[in-house]
C-alpha cells in the first residue's frame, strides 16, 4: 500500500489547514482503519486521529475538538480538517493504515504542518 498525503503547507495561529491521504495498491482492500500521526521536533510521535472503514473514529489525547478525521471508503482517502490551529500543532504529519489487527502498517511520507504565532 502507498500511501499520499498532502495539504500541509505554513498557516498563522488561528487559522485552518486541510489535510489529504490516498492509498493505493493491491493490499488496499485490506486496510480497515487509517489514521493521522504527528511528530513535533524533539518529540514522539504521537496519534492525533484514527478511522475505521466502518466510520468508526478515535482521537489522540488532548487534540480536543479542533481537529476532524473523515474518510472516503470509494477513493480509499482519508482527511483532516485542522482548525484553530496552534503553534504547538507544528509538526509533520503521517498517514497511516493499517489492517485489521494492525499486524500490517503503512506510513505515508508526512507533510509538514507550520502554525506561526
Known amino acids: 500500500v502507498q500511501l499520499q498525503a498532502s495539504g500541509g503547507g505554513l498557516v498563522q495561529a488561528g487559522g485552518s489547514l486541510r489535510l489529504s491521504c490516498s492509498a493505493s495498491g493491491s493490499d488496499v482492500v485490506h486496510v480497515r482503519t487509517m489514521a493521522w500521526y504527528r511528530q513535533a521536533p524533539g518529540k514522539q510521535r504521537e496519534l492525533v486521529t484514527a478511522?475505521?472503514?466502518?466510520?468508526?473514529?478515535d482521537y489522540g489525547d488532548s487534540m480536543g475538538d479542533r481537529f476532524a478525521i473523515s474518510r472516503d471508503n470509494a477513493k480509499n482517502s482519508i482527511y483532516l480538517q485542522m482548525d484553530n490551529l496552534r503553534p504547538e500543532d507544528t509538526a509533520v504529519y503521517y498517514c497511516n493504515a493499517a489492517n485489521w489487527d494492525y499486524s500490517i502498517e503503512f506510513w505515508g511520507q508526512g507533510t509538514l504542518v507550520t502554525v506561526s504565532s
Open positions: 478511522i475505521t472503514r466502518g466510520g468508526s473514529t
